[in-house]
């Protein structure tokens, strides 16, 4: 059986620069997948490939084994995948319930919005309290959590979170990490990009580590954890 997302040889890049070089990395129904490396390894270009906001340039990419690489990123929503991209990129002008219902466009009907949006509230009772107030005043962690409240308002079936602690305090960390622990109990599967590698090893089943735009240790999280060559790997130290 195929997993519900497989890459295969995977490139991707900007421009004349290619930044993905041949990756491959699957993810299954239903888990929580860990993507790490320091800054410039490509986490970023990766995600944003599979969610269709940069083109590949080889490989294969199948989601729910649909072949990705004709698909614009709005059908890969409709498909069902949906990214929290870095930055967050909210619509910092617009209260909290008209981010919702933006992210909510694919819904065949209000009631199907509302409907999600209840759910979205439920699983962030904070951001029901500030559904009125501009998403442009709130605190860093509020608008973290309205990001993912909007990208869940799809209805995803795998939810990409690149760098979800960025900028954000621990106690507010472990609140988002334990709402996502949620998401994917659930049904939805996760990969996320976190810079706190400790925590994101804890909470994944499994885990990629990236380095200068490929792959170079996999598997089980506690594996990759316990590996000898895990912090050389990370560093990006020859080692």
Same mark, same amino acid.
């Not at 799809?154 to 609140?175: F, K, M, N, Q, T």
């Given at each position: 059986?195929?997993?519900?997302?497989?890459?295969?040889?995977?490139?991707?890049?900007?421009?004349?620069?290619e930044i993905v070089h041949g990756v491959d990395l699957r993810v299954e129904a239903g888990e929580w997948v860990a993507l790490v490396g320091v800054a410039g390894a490509g986490k970023s270009t990766l995600m944003n490939?599979? @969610?269709?906001?940069? @083109?590949?340039?080889?490989?294969?990419?199948?989601? &729910?084994?649909?072949?990705?690489?004709?698909?614009?990123?709005?059908? $890969?929503?409709?498909?069902?995948?949906?990214?929290?991209?870095?930055g967050r990129r909210l619509f910092a002008g617009m209260s909290v319930e008209e981010n919702l219902v933006a992210g909510g466009h694919v819904r065949s009907s209000r009631d199907a919005v509302a409907d999600a949006?209840?759910?979205?509230? &439920?699983?962030?009772?904070?951001?029901?309290?500030?559904?009125?107030?501009?998403?442009g005043t709130l605190s860093g962690g509020e608008q973290q959590m309205c @990001?993912?409240? $909007?990208?869940?308002m799809?209805?995803?079936?795998?939810?990409?979170?690149?760098?979800?602690?960025?900028?954000? @305090?621990?106690?507010?960390?472990?609140?988002l990490l334990e709402a996502l622990e949620r998401i994917r109990r659930d049904g939805t599967a996760l990969l996320v990009v976190?810079?706190?590698?400790?925590?994101?090893?804890?909470y994944a089943t499994r885990a990629y580590v990236m380095q200068l735009g490929t792959i170079v240790l996999s598997g089980a999280s506690t594996d990759v954890r316990a590996d000898p060559g895990f912090g050389a790997s990370y560093m990006g130290i020859a080692g």
């Open positions: 059986m195929s997993a519900l997302l497989e890459a295969t040889a995977l490139r991707a890049g900007y421009g004349e620069l490939a599979i @969610a269709g906001t940069v @083109a590949l340039r080889g490989g294969t990419l199948r989601f &729910a084994a649909t072949e990705l690489a004709s698909r614009a990123a709005h059908e $890969r929503v409709r498909l069902g995948i949906a990214l929290v991209p870095q949006a209840e759910r979205a509230y &439920a699983l962030f009772p904070r951001l029901r309290e500030r559904r009125r107030q501009i998403v @990001a993912i409240a $909007r990208a869940l799809a209805g995803p079936r795998l939810l990409l979170i690149d760098e979800l602690s960025l900028g954000l @305090a621990p106690i507010v960390v472990d609140d976190e810079q706190d590698v400790d925590a994101a090893l804890r």
